[in-house]
C-alpha cells in the first residue's frame, strides 16, 4: 500500500508542532494529545513490526511512539508528503528488516487532537524517507557512586512494599535500598530508560534473594545521575520498568534478562491482553 496526496498547504513550524503536544514530555498523554491513534493504526503497526508482547491494550506500543514521535519532530526527523506528514516508527521494522513509517495529517476535528496517525506502512510515498530520530547521551554512571534514597520509604500513599523490611526502622529501610541499588550497580545491572526530562537508569533492587540474576528482581529503582550522586526517588514494582527501557533499545531482546523475566510474569496469562496495563510512573 502507498500514499498519494495532493497538494501542500503551508506546513506548520517545529515549534507549532511541539507546542501541540502540551507541557507533558515523552508520556502516553502527550501523544495522544498530540494526535489520534485509531484502533486499526496500532494494531496494523503491530502486526507489521517483528513480533514481541506490547502488553495490555498496547500500552508499550504507545510509550515507545511517545518517545519516538516527539523526538523526529524535535529533531526534524521528518518529512512532507504534501499535507501529511511522514517519519519513522522509532527502530521498528518487519520481520525482514524493513523499516516501518508512520504518516500524520492535520485532523478534521482539531479541538479534539491536532492530528490524526492516518497510515502506517513500509514505502510511504514521500520523495524522500526520514531518518530515526537520535536518542541522545546519557549521563554516565558510576557504579562507585553515593546512592542517595530521597523518598519515604514508608509512605502509605505510595504503598511502597519492602520485602523483609516491613517493621524495619527508616534508617534500615533506607540502607537497605541504598545497598542494594550499588549491588546491583556493580554488577552491571543497570539499564538506560527515558522518561519526563531526563534520561536515566533502573537498578533492580534484590532484597530476598541474589542468587539468580536473571530472575525478576523484588523492586526497581529508578535512579538520576546528579553530580557525583546517584538519586532514588522511588521504588517500582519490576514491571513497570519495562516500558521506559523498552524505548531505548533496538529490539526487546537488547534488555537485560531480569527485566524480561519481570514482564514475562506479568504478560504469561493470556499474553498480556488480561492483565492491567502498568502506572506509568518512573520519576
Not at 546519557?138 to 530521597?150: K, Y
Not at 522518561?195 to 536515566?200: D, E, L
Amino acid at each position: 500500500m502507498t500514499m498519494e496526496l495532493g497538494k501542500s498547504a503551508p506546513h506548520p513550524s517545529r515549534e507549532e508542532l511541539l507546542a501541540d503536544f502540551g507541557d507533558e514530555l515523552f508520556s502516553i498523554q502527550s501523544l495522544f494529545q498530540f494526535c489520534y491513534v485509531p484502533p486499526g493504526r496500532i494494531g496494523h503497526l503491530e502486526e507489521r513490526a517483528a513480533e514481541e508482547e506490547w502488553g495490555a491494550n498496547h500500552f508499550v506500543l504507545f510509550k515507545y511512539l511517545a518517545v519516538h514521535v516527539r523526538l523526529a519532530i524535535e529533531q526534524g526527523r521528518i518529512v512532507w508528503n504534501g499535507d501529511q506528514i511522514v517519519l519513522c516508527a522509532g527502530r521498528l521494522a518487519t520481520t525482514d528488516g524493513t523499516p516501518l513509517y508512520l504518516g500524520l495529517v492535520r485532523n478534521s476535528s482539531p479541538e479534539e487532537n491536532p492530528w490524526v496517525m492516518n497510515w502506517v506502512g513500509e514505502r510511504p510515498s514521500s520523495p524522500e524517507l526520514p531518518a530515526p530520530p537520535d536518542l541522545g547521551p546519557w549521563p554516565e554512571l558510576d557504579p562507585c557512586a553515593e546512592v542517595v534514597v530521597a523518598c519515604d520509604l514508608a509512605s502509605e500513599e505510595r504503598r511502597i512494599h519492602l520485602p523483609g523490611l516491613e517493621t524495619a526502622p527508616s534508617a534500615a529501610r533506607f540502607a537497605a535500598v541504598a545497598g542494594a541499588v550499588s549491588w546491583s550497580l556493580r554488577r552491571g545491572l543497570a539499564v538506560r530508560q527515558i522518561h519526563g526530562t531526563g534520561r536515566g537508569y533502573f537498578v533492580p533492587v534484590h532484597l530476598t534473594g541474589r542468587e539468580d540474576l536473571t530472575a525478576s528482581p523484588d523492586l526497581v529503582a529508578p535512579v538520576q545521575v546528579q553530580g557525583d550522586r546517584l538519586v532514588v526517588r522511588t521504588v517500582l514494582d519490576p514491571e513497570v520498568a519495562y516500558a521506559p527501557a523498552r524505548c531505548v533499545v533496538e529490539r526487546w531482546e537488547q534488555l537485560p534478562a531480569w527485566l524480561l523475566d519481570a514482564w514475562d510474569s506479568v504478560t504469561a496469562e493470556g499474553s498480556g491482553g488480561s492483565q492491567p496495563a502498568p502506572r506509568e510512573n518512573a520519576d
